[in-house]
């Protein structure tokens, strides 16, 4: 099974015809998609300008596609390592028990869906490494009330999601699944008990 670089290179090799190029870049989704395939599929195409279903895309637009996505790749890979290493040291120390953060790491490692969209069609305009550093900025500071992505207030909780965990606080403006250790407590209880989202 091809690895995301090996992928990569297909897409990139203008030797290869469009199709084999573009459904390589389907395939890096197996390997490293942040909003889930689905949602991560469309964002790409959204943002470089070739429809989901174009057989034929432009090469420059799928590269545009793939530029980003190896963007956004190498922001989650530097945070794996410096997560690595802070666990490494905290075993170190003597602290076994991993917290909240750690709970979050291992449902989205590889990152897949790192900010999961249950719904393939809304999902942040942003390019994928901005929306991934602003995560990964929350995940290390203290939990606060509002979306880590797009700053929205309006977090609701759903339910049947198509992702582990199957519930969560879901931010009705960009679409994510925001991670629970981003939120503050009072934060998590508004969105479970002041609007609920109906299951899908």
């Given at each position: 099974?091809?690895?995301?670089?090996?992928?990569?290179?297909?897409?990139?090799?203008?030797?290869?015809?469009?199709?084999?190029?573009?459904?390589?870049?389907?395939?890096?989704?197996?390997?490293?998609?942040?909003?889930?395939?689905?949602?991560?599929?469309?964002?790409?195409?959204?943002?470089?300008?070739?429809?989901?279903?174009?057989?034929?895309?432009?090469p420059a637009r799928l590269m545009a596609a793939l530029?980003?996505?190896?963007?956004?790749?190498?922001?989650?890979?530097?945070?794996?390592?410096?997560?690595?290493?802070?666990?490494?040291?905290?075993?170190?120390?003597?602290l076994r028990r991993p917290g909240s953060v750690d709970?979050?790491?291992?449902?989205?490692?590889?990152?897949?869906?790192?900010?999961?969209?249950?719904?393939?069609?809304?999902?942040?305009?942003?390019?994928?490494?901005?929306?991934?550093?602003?995560?990964?900025?929350?995940?290390?500071?203290?939990?606060?009330?509002?979306?880590?992505?797009?700053?929205?207030?309006?977090?609701?909780?759903?339910?049947?999601?198509?992702?582990?965990?199957?519930?969560?606080?879901?931010?009705?403006?960009?679409?994510?699944?925001?991670?629970?250790?981003?939120?503050?407590?009072?934060?998590?209880?508004k969105a479970r008990h002041g609007r609920t989202l109906?299951?899908?």
């Open positions: 099974m091809a690895g995301f670089r090996s992928l990569a290179r297909q897409v990139r090799d203008g030797r290869n015809d469009l199709a084999l190029r573009r459904y390589s870049l389907r395939k890096c989704l197996e390997r490293f998609a942040p909003y889930g395939h689905r949602a991560t599929w469309n964002h790409l195409c959204t943002r470089a300008g070739f429809g989901p279903e174009d057989r034929s895309p432009d530029d980003e996505l190896e963007e956004a790749r190498a922001v989650w890979l530097a945070y794996e390592t410096e997560f690595a290493l802070r666990r490494k040291q905290e075993k170190h120390d003597g709970d979050w790491h291992r449902l989205t490692w590889g990152g897949h869906g790192v900010a999961w969209c249950d719904d393939p069609e809304t999902h942040p305009g942003e390019p994928l490494a901005d929306v991934l550093g602003k995560l990964i900025t929350a995940l290390e500071r203290d939990p606060g009330h509002r979306c880590p992505v797009c700053d929205s207030a309006d977090i609701a909780w759903k339910y049947d999601l198509a992702h582990e965990p199957s519930a969560g606080p879901v931010c009705t403006g960009c679409g994510i699944v925001v991670p629970q250790p981003v939120l503050a407590p009072g934060a998590l209880s109906i299951s899908v």
